[in-house]
């Protein structure tokens, strides 16, 4: 069992029902994640000891938060108390060329107040293999991108990996920092980079030939110098891993990804997902797999389909968690995806 240690805000998630609009009708399905907490929950359901440290509120919706991520067996301790809000997002489920809407509401949250020197990081280190942080959290406030860099930091004085999902969200970065510049200096502490191809140009302003990030779309050679380009600006990365989704609608999407490493480029196994139940997530569960992988398989080939194979599933399963067992993940692996009932 390996320690990883997460970093960044959960969220109260309200989303309305089935396939509705916001507010179409009365009532809203109210639920917990976030990025960093999505992947700590993943991996906690893996098998690993999962440590997810924050910032919430003392108060019942704070208290709720904390249950949801100790009913996947997610270590809170590290939490810290303190603010008077949890922020919230609100969803709306897209359906065929309707596509999913988002709409936040974390202003003033416990979480975009952490600062540099609100946790103990070389305790929380302690006896821990991993440290993930996402590109949300640092796009919440300044201070709250220090604190990043300073967990980031002490994770590699400690000897801990650490991985960034670079997860660039345009709706946030608003407090007069270009995401490339605070993102940057992020990657530069990183071992492990998880992004897909419009992250790569926005949230660290390396363009490639043949993408458009306004579309979400790229030549499949176009991956490739990417994950390169990023390596050669970062040469501290060992592996460089890029989410390739193709969106024919909200229900029905391609999925794969490629990988740069230590052993070379590669590219998995494509999936077809003709009807998605909850795309939200689902990169959070590829950087899950994709952690339980290098960890576990020591084979970047093995981590890469793993990875892969787990997000699939988290598009089969509503709310922000993958709650896909990995025995379930094999059994897609083995190359049973029919679906059929187990007896």
């Not at 030549?219 to 990023?230: C, G, N, T, V």
């Not at 460089?240 to 029905?252: G, P």
Request: hydrophobic share 45%; net charge negative; with cysteine.
């Amino acid at each position: 069992m390996k320690k990883i240690v997460t970093f960044g805000e959960i969220m109260l998630r309200l989303k309305s029902p089935e396939r509705e609009r916001l507010f179409q009708s009365p009532s809203l399905e109210a639920t917990f994640g976030g990025g960093e907490a999505n992947v700590a929950v993943s991996l906690s359901l893996l098998g690993e000891r999962a440590c997810f440290v924050s910032a919430l509120p003392a108060n019942p919706v704070g208290e709720a938060a904390l249950r949801s991520l100790r009913a996947w067996g997610v270590d809170v301790s590290g939490v810290k108390r303190g603010g008077s809000r949890v922020g919230i997002y609100y969803i709306e489920a897209g359906s065929d060329q309707r596509a999913s809407e988002v709409v936040y509401d974390r202003g003033g949250s416990s979480a975009s107040a952490m600062s540099p020197g609100d946790f103990d990081w070389p305790a929380l280190f302690q006896g821990a293999d991993w440290f993930h942080v996402t590109g949300i959290t640092p796009a919440l406030s300044r201070s709250a991108a220090e604190a990043c860099l300073e967990a980031a930091a002490a994770a590699r004085a400690s000897g801990v990996r650490v991985s960034v999902d670079l997860n660039y969200r345009k709706k946030l970065w608003n407090y007069g920092i270009a995401a490339p510049e605070m993102m940057g200096r992020l990657v530069a502490l990183a071992d492990v980079l998880i992004a897909n191809e419009e992250d790569i140009q926005l949230g660290l302003g390396i363009a490639a030939p043949g993408v458009d990030p306004s579309k979400g779309e790229a030549a499949a050679d176009s991956y490739r110098h990417l994950a390169e380009a990023a390596k050669a600006r970062f040469p501290n990365l060992a592996v460089v891993a890029i989410t390739l989704r193709e969106s024919f609608s909200a229900d029905r999407n391609g999925w794969s990804a490629a990988l740069l490493g230590n052993s070379g480029y590669r590219t998995s196994r494509r999936y077809e997902m003709l009807d998605i139940v909850d795309r939200v997530g689902g990169g959070d569960s590829f950087a899950a797999g994709l952690i339980f992988g290098l960890l576990e398989c020591a084979d970047e080939a093995k981590a890469l389909e793993f990875a892969v194979a787990a997000s699939a599933l988290k598009h089969t399963i509503p709310g922000d968690f993958n709650l896909a067992t990995k025995a379930e993940i094999e059994r897609l692996l083995a190359g049973d995806a029919s679906g059929r009932v187990s007896r």
